[in-house]
Each structure stands twice: as C-alpha cells, then as structure tokens.
C-alpha cells in the first residue's frame, strides 16, 4: 500500500504482517488491535491514529510520523525511542499572531 491515501479508514484487526506502507497518508484511521509486525513504516503519517492495542510497532522497520493526538494506549511502544517524528502543529495564538502581523501589513500598505 504505499502512498495509499487511507484518511479515517476502519482497519479494526486488520493483519498488516510485512506490509508495505510507505508514504502511506492514514490520519484519523481506527488501527485498534492491528498486527504491524515487520511492516515497513517509512514516512507514513499516523496524525490523529487509534493505535489502542496494536501489536508489532517495536518491529516495524522505517521512521513514522505522528501526532499528539494519537493512541498509543495498550501497546506499550514509545514512538520517541523508536525515532519517529511527531509532526509539529503550530499553535492557536501562533497562528492569530501571524493573520493580525499580515492584517496589520495589509492594512499599512493602503
């Protein structure tokens, strides 16, 4: 499945022993109870997962991302120890800082 784009997919018990998932975009999919072991996790983007009692994480092979939104509840897997990427998401008042900086260039322009 590489590059698969699985966006909130039921994958509930699915067995995903040695699969390829490269690339794979699966933000916001229920993975409880999914068999990952040897699966290739390169570059695959977990955001927002439910990964409740996933098995096989601590053996599959490539670096995923993640957020802080996603389950890790039951696997006992430490993704940070594993050397996957929490994906930043800039914060709220960043962000509002930013729009009333451009507002206030806009507005300074006229």
């Given at each position: 499945m590489p590059g698969a784009g699985l966006l909130f997919a039921?994958?509930?018990?699915?067995?995903?022993?040695?699969?390829?998932?490269?690339?794979?975009?699966?933000?916001?999919?229920?993975?409880?109870?999914v068999n990952f072991f040897t699966?290739?996790?390169?570059?695959?983007?977990l955001s927002s997962e439910i990964l409740t009692?996933?098995?096989?994480?601590?053996?599959?092979?490539?670096?995923?991302?993640?957020?802080?939104?996603?389950?890790?509840?039951?696997?006992?897997?430490?993704?940070v120890a594993a050397g996957w990427t929490l994906v930043p998401v800039p914060e709220p008042g960043t962000a509002l800082l930013m729009g009333l900086g451009l507002a206030g260039l806009a507005a300074r322009r006229r």
């Open positions: 039921a994958l509930g018990g699915a067995d995903l022993f040695g699969a390829v998932l490269a690339n794979a975009v699966l933000v916001g999919a229920d993975l409880t109870f699966a290739d996790q390169t570059n695959v983007d009692n996933a098995s096989g994480l601590d053996t599959s092979t490539g670096s995923a991302l993640y957020d802080i939104n996603t389950d890790f509840t039951g696997t006992g897997f430490d993704p």
